[in-house]
């Protein structure tokens, strides 16, 4: 396995819908096509830099409460350098700050994260990650 | 079905001119019947008082503002949940409570029939939603058209026909039983942050004036020959010196007369005339018009009127007269809710707290019920209390206490931080008249089915009519040894009967009864003009489109009673 | 043969668009073409038709596979669950009709459930702030006939509501609106340049997560008071051109989304731009809408404040209904391990909540009702497929103003599958033979 020498790099993780995830959940969560649409980070250009990755390549996105591998994606909705994006879904809820501060709402958009390149490690699919995490089956 | 008798009651029907004597009520197949069989159920009424089931004519109870006015009150359900318990399912509000306790505790005080104040048209499927959930009563919807596109547009022409038209066509659409009017043409200015305060000042862009839309509705209203009369809201609701847009509007009714086969004999309903019933210029010297208002109202058959009465509590205001909402948000500084309606009405929002140690709080409790007592006519003058805008209600036990109990209004007077306005600025100190069951019955059965057009169906207990009975333990041979008494007798009626099912015994709901919704299906001859009109409204201007305006399937109007009005001439 | 059926309501997102049109075969089983509606929409309208759908009801076995069994024995599992239960969740409710979402409340007063919706994790702060301060609104036709100042805060129409802007709010031409797009000014506030910010006369590319301070910005700006140098990263020169822009127009729209609902300033970011919209009506007519997410709810919200009293997360484990969010609702609920079963119906927690709370879903006793595979029946004990609602089967939905719409059936469900509401009297009727007739 080689082994890259590759900055971590900071950035604030927000998580939202994108028109992709939505065709994608209608045509089925256990499908590619969601993992696709949402198992992916969104960076601007000069975060990717800074990362020292190619485009579309897997990373692993850290945070206080749990870490998960994504693509690596360019924003198509920039430049945001400092912000990144991952659409709403399983792979973004395993990192997001789930505490709701007693409002009931998690707090799905602000969250501090760490990236690094995992240029070997998987993205996993939608319903597969969900229960890989929760012990199921 | 079953068949009752309801024996040796203290019977009060204004119908039958029945003025308390000691009566037999018999009921056979829903319906109430000459004589009783010999199977029949006896109820034994002895030294109680029987009443037709009351008839509320305007309260805000199903719909989309009485919802937001939930969602937006949590604070309204504090200290008021009931839980499930036997035929009840859990309830809980005061001044809006959920549809199932405001079926149960109508019913409680013996009211079986209701008509929802105000319905948007194009939110008609909710309204019909919450009157599907309300337990045990009959209910029917107002629908607004006081600031509709299509009767501004039509009535700026005169043009009666096609008013009448679209008029019959919404009624059907929306499953609506009468014609509402709100604050004409001052809710369509609303739309711009403007208002109308009288009955001259034009409607910006359709430079229409209300005079001429509440003028042109009555012409509909009685071309079609609907049940009820015109229903109206009038402008300048809750101003200082607004009586005079009051009696400005109810001169719109001069030589217009009643036509229909239902019995009805107005041509205007002016609704929570307490709110219009107001003098002075501003809060310091605000008093009452009430004599002035209702020396009009005596003198003029062809008009109905309801009270408003306020309570004197923490309630919630919300009507279709957006721009009142505003400004009385801008006064209270409560939160305010509002929502403007494409093409037809807005509704608006606001908490309100009747404060007895705030002078003109106490002015306005005085001017509802000298309203009431300076009526001639109790078949023409209803008690209501606009729920919730002047009071929840289940304060109607109270407004009747105070009604029929001169020593029970003292008592609130002497009771008042600034009795001293009170008194100046109102006449309620002078009068002494007792409102007697009889002419209780008139003000909450009776009056209020003639007015509606129900008047060979409800509000009295004339073999024939549906037998919606109540039962209250009230002896009218006793003299009453303290007001509370009043208020008790009529917060829990000792029994009551919905289209011949027993709902209530001794306070509780014992059946949930087969509750109608009463809407007024009007025939007009075919008018192309006006489905060409609808058609257009709806491709170019309305955000649904109109199949799905139309379609008003039968899980929300699962047990319909439609009357017949022929108007094809 | 074919035949179109016109009028169609779009059940996926808020929007609720219902003109529709879908070529369906004659014989009324097969759905041929969807024409209208968004890509979104129109995925799910054909892929309700995939050959690879689960018809029937699965039970999770402890080897990881799952065993068909019939919908009677799928009654009597989530029944007895529920029977059994202490303080069970009924959560999800947004995408299914009123008519099944009164069912369910029945269900959840017998078992004496938690009962609680997807804005939970969506408008559920903004529910909070409407409790607070109020809020001045309209309906959609108001937007597209009068407004001319469209103000997009913290969401993205362009992936999130496709066809609002065509429909509602930017292009269409009103009564008082001829000019279509001419007519309006469109200001979007996002810390990205977002797809529906491209389309912009302004876009304010907010600091993420200081929404409040610009909030209130603007209603210092509207006030002509000192503003600092630059407030959330915008310049102050822009923030009064910006209430300059809103004040100048004659009816005014903020529509608002997740930015401003999920960010951690949460309800209060909603009340202080309902403050600044209230503000606004000082100088002209404004309003201010919520971009509703799923396409009803809204209505779930309706149905439990008309027949509960509160709109979300409902607490009747004591026979009455109480509220709390924050104590009774379901993210904070799971969470802390306070629930002992759970059921989910027209939603998907186990993809939308946070993995600490899909955790304990797992764990639980749970029951799925989803036409689809997804993680939520992924951890769950047992998964009921249902008829899609809005394709196979109608119903009453409510838009995200709040106007009610009556879904349309366009096709048959398959061969023996249940619809939502058929599913959920089974279930009461089932639990009230359990808990003893009342």
Same mark, same amino acid.
């Given at each position: ?137 | ?194 208002? #109308? ?148 009405? #807005? ?223 | ?438």
């Amino acid at each position: 396995m080689e082994e890259y020498t590759v900055a971590t790099i900071q950035v604030n993780l927000i998580s939202g819908r994108s028109i992709q995830q939505g065709v994608a959940i209608e045509g089925g969560k256990e499908k590619p096509a969601y993992r696709t649409a949402a198992g992916i980070i969104e960076l601007d250009p000069s975060d990717l830099k800074k990362l020292g990755a190619w485009k579309s390549t897997n990373v692993r996105v850290t945070s206080d409460y749990g870490n998960v591998v994504v693509k690596a994606i360019e924003t198509t909705q920039g430049p945001h350098p400092g912000l990144a994006f991952i659409p709403m879904g399983p792979w973004a809820n395993t990192i997001i700050n789930p505490n709701t501060y007693s409002t009931g709402m998690p707090t799905f958009k602000g969250t501090p994260v760490k990236v690094d390149v995992a240029i070997n490690e998987p993205v996993l699919l939608g319903i597969e990650l969900v229960q890989k995490s929760c012990g199921v089956k | 079905m079953s068949e009752y008798v309801i024996k040796n009651g203290h019977v009060f029907d204004p119908v039958q001119g029945i003025k308390g004597d000691k009566a037999d009520v018999a009921i056979k197949d829903g319906k109430i019947v000459t004589n009783a069989g010999p199977g029949a159920k006896v109820i034994d009424a002895t030294g109680k008082t029987v009443m037709a089931g009351a008839v509320e004519i305007h309260a805000h109870i199903a719909g989309p503002k009485v919802n937001l006015g939930r969602i937006y009150r949590p604070e309204d359900k504090l200290f008021t949940c009931t839980p499930t318990r036997g035929m009840e399912r859990m309830g809980g509000g005061n001044s809006i409570p959920t549809t199932f306790k405001t079926g149960y505790e109508y019913a409680k005080m013996g009211y079986t029939t209701a008509m929802e104040a105000a319905m948007p048209p194009l939110f008609s499927r909710h309204v019909h939603e919450e009157i599907r959930d309300t337990p045990i009563i009959d209910e029917g919807a107002f629908p607004v058209f006081g600031n509709n596109w299509f009767v501004m547009e039509y009535l700026k022409n005169h043009e009666i026909e096609n008013t009448a038209a679209y008029c019959a066509w919404l009624l059907r659409a929306t499953k609506g039983y009468a014609i509402k009017v709100v604050n004409p043409g001052g809710t369509e200015a609303w739309a711009w942050g403007l208002n #109308c305060l009288s009955i001259n000042d034009p409607v910006p862009y359709f430079d229409i004036t209300p005079a001429e839309i509440v003028k042109g509705l009555i012409e509909a209203n009685e071309y079609l020959g609907l049940p009820h009369s015109m229903h109206i809201h009038p402008n300048n609701l809750g101003n200082p010196g607004n009586y005079t847009t009051t009696l400005d509007t109810l001169k719109l009714a001069e030589g217009f007369q009643a036509k229909n086969k239902f019995g009805r004999e107005q041509v205007m309903h002016l609704t929570h005339t307490q709110f219009h019933s107001y003098g002075g210029t501003n809060w310091g010297d605000f008093e009452s018009k009430a004599k002035e208002v209702m020396d009009y109202v005596n003198a003029n058959k062809n008009i109905t009127v309801d009270t408003g009465n306020v309570t004197l509590d923490e309630t919630t205001t919300m009507t279709a007269d957006g721009p009142f909402e505003h400004h009385l948000t801008e006064l209270n500084h409560l939160k305010w809710a509002n929502c403007d309606v494409e093409l037809e009405t #807005c509704a608006g929002i606001v908490p309100y707290i009747y404060s007895p140690s705030i002078s003109v709080c106490a002015i306005q409790w005085a001017i509802g019920l000298e309203l009431a007592l300076m009526a001639k006519d109790p078949m023409r003058c209803f008690i209501t209390t606009d729920h919730p805008n002047a009071g929840p209600f289940t304060r109607y036990p109270r407004v009747m206490k105070w009604l029929m109990s001169a020593k029970a209004r003292e008592a609130q007077i002497n009771a008042f931080k600034h009795k001293d306005k009170v008194l100046s600025q109102t006449s309620l100190g002078t009068l002494d008249r007792e409102i007697s069951l009889y002419e209780l019955a008139q003000m909450t059965r009776a009056g209020p089915a003639k007015s509606l057009g129900l008047a060979s169906i409800c509000g009295g207990l004339k073999p024939g009519m549906d037998a919606d009975i109540a039962i209250y333990n009230i002896n009218p041979d006793m003299p009453i040894a303290n007001p509370e008494d009043i208020e008790k007798a009529f917060t829990r009626a000792a029994c009551v009967f919905k289209s011949g099912v027993e709902v209530v015994r001794d306070g509780e709901i014992v059946s949930n009864g087969h509750k109608r919704t009463l809407w007024v299906n009007a025939k007009v001859k075919e008018n192309p003009q006006v489905m060409r009109d609808i058609n257009e409204k709806f491709l170019k201007y309305y955000s649904v489109t109109q199949a799905n305006y139309e379609a008003l399937g039968h899980h929300f109007v699962p047990n319909p009673y439609a009357i017949e009005v022929d108007a094809v001439q | 043969m074919t035949k179109t059926v016109t009028d169609v309501i779009c059940p996926f997102c808020g929007t609720l668009c219902d003109d529709l049109e879908v070529v369906v075969s004659d014989d009324g089983k097969q759905l041929l073409e969807v024409y209208n509606a968004c890509v979104i929409g129109t995925e799910k309208f054909l892929h309700s038709q995939s050959k690879d759908r689960v018809t029937r009801p699965r039970l999770h076995q402890p080897d990881g596979t799952w065993k068909e069994i019939s919908y009677d024995d799928a009654v009597e599992y989530t029944a007895q669950m529920l029977a059994k239960a202490k303080k069970p969740l009924m959560y999800g409710w947004s995408s299914t009709n009123c008519e099944a979402q009164s069912v369910g409340n029945e269900i959840a007063e017998m078992a004496r459930a938690c009962c609680d919706n997807t804005a939970a994790v969506c408008h559920g702060t903004t529910l909070i702030a409407v409790q607070d301060i109020g809020i001045p609104s309209c309906t959609l036709g108001e937007i597209k006939n009068r407004a001319d100042r469209i103000i997009f805060w913290g969401c993205n129409p362009a992936h999130a509501h496709p066809r609002h802007m065509s429909r509602y709010s930017i292009f269409p031409r009103g009564f008082f609106t001829g000019k279509g797009q001419m007519s309006r000014k469109m200001v979007v506030v996002d810390p990205r340049v977002t797809d529906t910010a491209k389309m912009a006369d302004v876009h304010l590319q907010i600091e993420q997560g200081r929404d409040y301070e610009l909030l209130n910005a603007l209603r210092v700006a509207l006030n002509n008071e000192w503003l600092p140098d630059v407030v959330a990263g915008i310049p102050k020169e822009k923030i009064r051109e910006v209430a300059d822009m809103m004040k100048s127009g004659r009816f005014g729209i903020i529509f608002f989304g997740m930015g401003v609902t999920q960010s951690l300033s949460k309800n209060h970011n909603i009340d202080e731009a309902i403050a600044l919209t209230k503000h606004l009506n000082e100088f002209t007519k404004f309003s201010i809408m919520p971009m509703r997410g799923h396409y009803n709810v809204t209505g779930s919200g309706e149905v439990f404040a008309w027949q509960f009293g509160f709109p979300y997360s409902v607490d009747l484990t004591r026979g009455f209904a109480r509220y709390n969010p924050g104590d009774t609702s379901s993210v904070d609920l799971l969470i802390r391990g306070e629930l002992d079963a759970m059921f989910t119906i027209g939603s998907d927690p186990g993809a939308h909540f946070p993995i600490s709370a899909v955790k304990h879903i797992a764990n639980l006793p749970s029951v799925c009702i989803d036409p689809h595979l997804t993680p939520t029946s992924g951890v769950s004990k047992l998964h009921v497929p249902v008829a899609f609602n809005g394709v196979e089967t109608g119903g009453n939905c409510y838009r995200m103003d709040n106007v009610p719409i009556d879904c349309r059936k366009v096709v048959e469900p398959p061969e023996g599958m249940l619809t939502d509401e058929q599913f959920l009297i089974k279930v009461r009727d089932r639990l009230k033979q359990l808990k003893g007739a009342a």
